[in-house]
């Protein structure tokens, strides 16, 4: 199985971008996004069940939005309101069934310029 990440980019704080994650087959369990920021671990930014759950990090609820399409096998990270702090690579992260373990994407560089 293959994730395949794409939508980063650099954009000034404020701005906005939408990330998108396509797997290359169908998931059945959790989707989400990781963030690793310069220097730091890798830390949860978000995710969405197969039925809709979704979770957020504190510091990006209410501008970020994490969304699936079944259909498509493929997650989206919609950012809004950016800050230099969201600089970092963004991973695309997947289980394909709830018993299953994770897989990774390559990751995508986001860059906020102040």
């Known amino acids: 199985v293959q994730l395949q990440a794409s939508g980063g980019g650099l954009v000034q704080a404020g701005g906005s971008l939408n990330l998108s994650c396509a797997a290359s087959r169908s998931i059945s369990g959790v989707m989400g996004w990781y963030h690793q920021a310069p220097g730091k671990l890798r830390n949860m930014v978000a995710t969405?069940?197969?039925?809709?759950?979704?979770d957020y990090r504190d510091s990006v609820k209410g501008r970020f939005t994490i969304s699936r399409d079944g259909a498509k096998n493929t997650v989206y990270l919609q950012m809004d309101s950016l800050k230099p702090e969201d600089t970092g690579v963004y991973y695309c992260y997947a289980r394909i069934s709830i018993t299953s373990s994770g897989l990774w994407g390559q990751g995508t560089q986001v860059t906020v310029s102040s």
């Open positions: 969405i069940s197969r039925g809709g759950f979704t």
